[in-house]
C-alpha cells in the first residue's frame, strides 16, 4: 500500500481532483464501517475510488455499538443458521488476520441468579454450546476462542465478585470477540482504503444522488461541487432512505450506559445477564481498556425523522439499571452513571417487534442506478462490501478483480506473536498495533502524558488523529479518534489540548 495518513491537505488536494471533472469507478457515500469497508474492498480490487461523508469517520451507529465482535449467537436462537455463520466466520476473520491489534477474546459470564427461570439458563446453555459448533465449523481455533463450560457459584464469583451470592446457582463461561473500539476500526479500514488509492473525504455532504454521480456540499466552505462517478453506493445506514427513497427502514435504538470499572470491583470478564421474564433477552455488561464499563443494549423501535446523534431516555437508563441490578450484590445508582450512549440499527422493514428483525443484510440497485447496502451489523462488514463490490462489478464499465479483503492486514496490524514485541505500552498497542512507537516518537514528551483526569489517553494520539487520521475538528478528537467524550467532564478537561493541538498542526 502507498500512504495511509488521511490529512486536512490531502482531503484538500483530491476533492480538487473530483470537483475538477475527474471520473471515478465508484463513488461511496457514507464512511461508517460499511461504507469504509465498500471503499476498502473496491480499491483493492483496482477500482478508482472516491468516499465521502457528511461529518466525519464513523460519526454515526458505527461508534455507538457494543464494540463486540459477534458469533452470530442471537441469530442460531432465530434458526437464522446462514447469517449466524457468516458471523462466525467474519468474526474468526477480524481476530486472526484483518485487526488482531483491535480485538481480543473476551470471557463472558452468564449467571444463574434468583431472578432467573432455570428454562432460560438450559436454553442459554444449549445456545452457548451450539455457538461452539459454529466457532469450530468456521474455522477459529480455541486457541483465538475458548470453549464453553459451566462454572460453580463460587467460580462465578471469582470471576466476577460483583455478582449478587443469594441465590447464585453457578453461571456459563463463555467467549467473544471484543473491539477495543468500533470507531478506530473504522478509521483503520479507511486509512487502508487510501493507501490503496482511494479519496477518503469528510466533510462532504451528498445531496442528491444518480447513477453516475452526487451533488455534495463541502461543508467546511459551503461550495457546491458534482462529483462523478460510473457506479455510486448508498451506504449512509440508518439514513439510507433519506438519499434512496424506495428503501423502508425501522430504525431501532440500542441505548449503552458508561460506569466506572471500579464500580463493579475492576471487572474483566462480561457479564451476560438474562431480562427476567424473556426467554432470549439479554443485558450485556461489558469490560473496557480505559477504566470504564458499558451497560447494554436496549432495542426499542424509533419513528419520526432520524437524528445525528439519539438522545438517550430516562426509560432506557431506568430498564437497564433494574436489568443489571437483578445480578449484582450492591445496587448501580442513576448517579453512579458517567455517561450515555444510543446508536441506531438499519433494520429493513418487517413486521414485529425490532428486536425480531433479521440483521441480514441487503444490497439493493433502485431504479436510478443507485447500490444501496443497508441491513447487516458490524461483524459482518467485510462481507456486505465484498457483496457490494460483486454487484457494482457486474455492471459494463466496472471491471473488478477478485475480493482481497479475507487476507489484507489494516494499518497497524500483524500477528499477536509479534504485537507482544512492540516496544510500547500495551494500552497503545491495543489501539494503534505496531504504529504505536510511531505515535509516541512524533510528539514532544509533554503531550506523552494524559489530557484527563480519570483517562489514559494522551496529547500524543490527539496529534497522531491530526497528523495520519484525518481529525479536522475537537470533535472528531474527542468523540471518535479517541472517546473522551463519553465522560463530559473528561471532555471538558481535554477540549484546550485538543484546540492548541489542532491549531499547532
Given at each position: ?108 459470564v452468564l449467571p444463574a441468579t434468583a431472578y432467573t427461570a432455570p428454562l432460560t439458563v438450559g436454553l442459554a446453555g444449549a445456545g452457548l ?190 430498564f437497564l439499571l433494574d436489568v443489571l441490578n437483578s445480578a449484582l450484590e450492591t445496587p448501580v445508582r442513576r448517579a453512579d452513571v458517567l ?50 463490490v460483486d454487484v457494482l462489478a457486474a455492471r459494463r464499465g466496472v471491471h473488478a478483480g477478485p475480493c482481497r479483503t479475507r487476507d489484507l ?97
Amino acid at each position: 500500500m502507498s500512504d495511509t495518513s488521511l490529512t486536512a491537505a490531502r482531503r484538500a488536494r483530491e476533492l480538487a481532483a473530483l470537483t475538477a471533472g475527474e471520473v471515478v469507478d465508484v463513488l461511496v457515500v457514507g464512511l461508517g464501517v460499511t461504507g469504509a469497508g465498500v471503499a476498502l474492498d473496491a480499491a483493492t480490487r483496482g477500482l478508482s475510488v472516491a468516499a465521502i461523508d457528511a461529518h466525519d469517520l464513523a460519526f454515526g451507529t458505527s461508534r455507538w455499538s457494543s464494540k463486540l465482535v459477534h458469533g452470530g449467537l442471537r441469530y442460531l436462537a432465530k434458526g437464522e443458521v446462514g447469517v449466524a455463520y457468516e458471523s462466525a466466520v467474519e468474526r474468526g476473520t477480524l481476530l486472526a488476520r484483518t485487526a488482531p491489534h483491535l480485538t481480543r477474546a473476551l470471557p463472558m459470564v452468564l449467571p444463574a441468579t434468583a431472578y432467573t427461570a432455570p428454562l432460560t439458563v438450559g436454553l442459554a446453555g444449549a445456545g452457548l454450546r451450539a455457538g461452539d459448533l459454529l466457532r469450530l465449523a468456521a474455522g477459529t481455533r480455541r486457541a483465538v476462542l475458548p470453549g464453553v463450560r459451566t462454572l460453580s457459584a463460587a467460580e462465578a464469583r471469582g470471576m466476577v465478585p460483583a455478582l449478587r451470592s443469594g441465590g447464585l446457582r453457578g453461571a456459563r463461561l463463555s467467549w467473544d470477540g471484543q473491539l477495543c473500539d468500533d470507531a478506530r476500526l473504522v478509521t483503520g479500514l479507511a486509512r487502508a482504503a487510501a493507501g490503496a488509492g482511494a479519496k477518503v473525504l469528510t466533510r462532504c455532504r451528498a445531496t442528491e444522488l444518480a447513477g453516475d454521480g452526487a451533488a455534495v456540499v463541502d461543508t467546511l466552505t459551503g461550495a457546491r461541487h458534482t462529483v462523478r462517478a460510473r457506479a455510486v453506493v448508498n451506504a449512509t445506514g440508518v439514513w439510507a432512505g433519506q438519499l434512496a427513497p424506495d428503501i423502508t427502514l425501522r430504525p431501532s435504538r440500542g441505548t449503552h450506559l458508561v460506569l466506572p470499572s471500579a464500580l463493579l470491583g475492576g471487572l474483566w470478564a462480561g457479564l451476560t445477564i438474562p431480562v427476567p421474564g424473556e426467554l432470549s433477552r439479554f443485558v450485556i455488561v461489558l469490560p473496557q481498556a480505559d477504566g470504564l464499563v458499558y451497560v447494554g443494549l436496549t432495542d426499542e423501535p424509533v419513528d419520526g425523522p432520524v437524528p445525528d446523534v439519539p438522545e438517550v431516555p430516562e426509560s432506557d437508563v431506568d430498564f437497564l439499571l433494574d436489568v443489571l441490578n437483578s445480578a449484582l450484590e450492591t445496587p448501580v445508582r442513576r448517579a453512579d452513571v458517567l455517561g450515555t450512549f444510543a446508536g441506531l440499527r438499519p433494520l429493513m422493514a418487517a413486521g414485529g417487534r425490532t428486536a425480531d428483525i433479521s440483521r441480514r443484510h441487503a444490497v439493493v440497485q433502485g431504479r436510478d442506478g443507485v447500490v444501496t447496502v443497508v441491513g447487516g451489523k458490524l461483524t459482518t462488514y467485510r462481507r456486505m462490501a465484498q457483496d457490494t463490490v460483486d454487484v457494482l462489478a457486474a455492471r459494463r464499465g466496472v471491471h473488478a478483480g477478485p475480493c482481497r479483503t479475507r487476507d489484507l492486514p489494516l494499518p497497524g496490524a500483524a500477528s499477536r506473536d509479534l504485537l507482544a514485541r512492540v516496544p510500547a505500552p500495551a494500552r497503545l498497542i491495543a489501539r494503534y498495533g505496531t504504529e504505536a512507537p510511531a505515535v509516541l516518537a512524533q510528539a514532544a514528551p509533554e503531550l506523552h502524558t494524559p489530557v484527563a483526569p480519570g483517562s489514559p489517553v494522551t496529547g500524543a494520539e490527539l496529534q497522531w488523529a491530526v497528523r495520519h487520521e484525518g481529525a479536522l475538528t475537537v470533535d472528531d478528537l474527542l468523540d471518535r479518534r479517541t472517546r473522551l467524550g463519553l465522560v463530559p467532564p473528561q471532555r471538558a478537561a481535554a477540549l484546550p489540548v485538543a484546540e492548541h493541538i489542532l491549531a499547532t498542526n
